[in-house]
Structure formats: structure tokens, C-alpha cells
């Protein structure tokens, strides 16, 4: 698993009885040679590679090709988790690890709840063809599938052009919000933090410079009413100090007072 990487994700594989090896991501996404190095005969290589969670980085090409190449080589899975790739600012969407695999080696996971709104609870899977059946099994254990109706208002939300529409309209609102986030940090803050991650998703993660603890900063925020979710969280080993500032809920009114509050924290 990338390291920091999706603390729920890793919570159900450490459940299942799976042993997580944390591996590092760096600006071009999981280091795959560091992970084959340290692990190379892994199941899995579970990834988030259009908008790392939490850095947000981006995978780079090279990496992709040499991850699925390790996967055809070693007949090992890589799960793909892309949960908002459809929101890019700086480029068109990314192609998955997904459409370059030839080997069927790629699980790949993808989410309504993100570009429409969390409460859905709409997700969805490619497979290989040869695991259906058995995907099937165990979905029918869990509890047989779930609502059809939301899924077939869904398709015809799809299918009558309203989600691409929908997509335009928010990527818009979005990339306003980031700019504008991101304008306030960098005036605001200026070396306190380092700004990654901010080319895609609804997120992006500021790393702290000066020795702030982010878990004392986060909880003195809350008694301001302000919400920030600590980078430090995400790491199996020496975390990194830094927080993860989703911008999706908010206003470009609401966006530069709280940064306001997140210096006062910080000079205090």
C-alpha cells in the first residue's frame, strides 16, 4: 500500500487477515521500484494513482507501466481505487492503470459518491472476467446487492447526457475553489506550508514547515470551529506533519476566513 495511503482501505485488508507493507509515494506517485525491492512477490498493490489520497499527487507514466508490468510478470493483482479522477484543472483526465492493462491484472474501483453527492452510496468494480464469478459469490453473501432503484435512476441520469453535464459544471466550480484556495495559502501562509497535491479532486494537502504538530493544531481548530483533517493520520510509520484541506463543500466566500484562522493557529 502507498504510504501515507487510505487508512479504511488498509483497515479491511489488516481485517482479512492481510499483512499491509507500507511503501512511499514521492511526486510521481507509489515507488514502485522501492516497492519491488521490498516486497516484490506481494498479492496486491493497492494504488490511487489519478489523485494519490492523501498527497494527491499523480502517478507518472513510467511508474504505471512498470507497476502493471510487475503485476503481469509476478501474476499478482493491482486494485485500482480512482474515487475522483473526472475533476483535473491543469490537464484532461488520466488514463487508469485499468485501460493500459492487456493481462487482466487490474481490480479496478470506482465511486458516484464523490462526483454526485456522498449519501448515493454508488460503487462500482471492472473486473478481469475470469474473477465475475466469484465477485458475484461474495456480493450475494454481503446482502444479495443492493437497491436497484437508485441504480436504474442512475443509468438514466447517464444516459441521457445529465452526469456529463454535470461533470462540466462542477469542474468549473471546483477549479474555482482550489484557485482560490490556494491563492490564500500561498498569501497567507507563504514557507509555513508546502502546497501539494492541487491539480485534481476535491483536495489538496498542505505540508507544515516549522515543527507544528498537526493532531494539536487540529484539535485547538475545532474549538474555532474549524475542521482539519491531520495528514499524520494516514502514515503506518514516521508520519509526515501536514493537513488534508478538502475544498468541496466550500464557498469562495467561506475559504479565505478559514485560512485566516488556520495562521492565527499556526503564528500562535
Given amino acids: ?9 488498509r483497515d479491511a485488508f489488516a481485517l482479512n487477515g492481510c499483512h499491509v507493507v507500507p511503501i512511499p509515494v514521492d511526486a510521481e506517485g507509489l515507488n514502485v521500484a522501492a516497492g519491488i525491492s521490498k516486497c516484490g512477490k506481494a498479492k496486491a498493490a493497492f494504488v490511487t494513482p489519478s489523485h494519490q489520497f492523501p498527497l494527491g499527487v499523480t502517478m507518472s507514466a513510467s511508474r504505471r507501466l512498470h507497476l502493471v508490468d510487475w503485476a503481469q510478470h509476478t501474476g499478482s493483482w493491482i486494485i485500482e481505487d480512482d474515487y475522483d479522477s473526472e475533476y483535473r484543472y491543469e490537464s484532461l483526465p488520466i488514463a ?44 450475494r453473501v454481503m446482502d444479495l446487492g ?18 456529463a453535464r454535470h461533470i462540466r459544471r462542477m469542474r468549473v466550480l471546483y477549479g474555482e475553489l482550489r484557485k482560490v484556495l490556494v491563492n490564500r495559502l500561498t498569501e497567507d501562509l507563504g514557507s509555513r506550508v508546502e ?47 501536514g493537513f488534508i484541506l478538502g475544498f468541496g463543500g466550500a464557498t469562495t466566500k467561506e475559504i479565505p476566513g478559514a485560512v485566516r484562522k488556520l495562521r492565527n493557529l499556526l503564528a500562535a
Fill in 1 to 9: 500500500m502507498e504510504e501515507p495511503g487510505y487508512r479504511l482501505a
Fill in 96 to 139: 487508469s492503470l485499468q485501460g493500459l492493462d492487456a493481462n487482466a491484472r487490474v481490480i479496478y474501483i470506482g465511486t458516484f459518491s464523490k462526483v454526485l453527492f456522498p449519501a448515493l452510496r454508488l460503487g462500482y468494480l471492472v473486473i478481469p472476467p475470469d474473477l465475475v464469478e466469484r465477485f458475484l459469490m461474495r456480493r
Fill in 146 to 163: 443492493p437497491s436497484t432503484f437508485p441504480q436504474e435512476v442512475l443509468a438514466d441520469f447517464i444516459e441521457e447526457g445529465h452526469f
Fill in 195 to 241: 502546497v501539494v497535491g492541487d491539480e485534481a479532486g476535491m483536495h489538496l494537502t498542505v505540508i507544515l514547515q516549522n515543527g507544528h504538530r498537526d493532531m494539536e493544531v487540529a484539535k485547538a481548530a475545532l474549538r474555532q470551529d474549524l475542521s482539519l483533517w491531520p495528514l499524520s493520520h494516514f502514515f503506518l510509520g514516521e508520519p509526515r506533519q
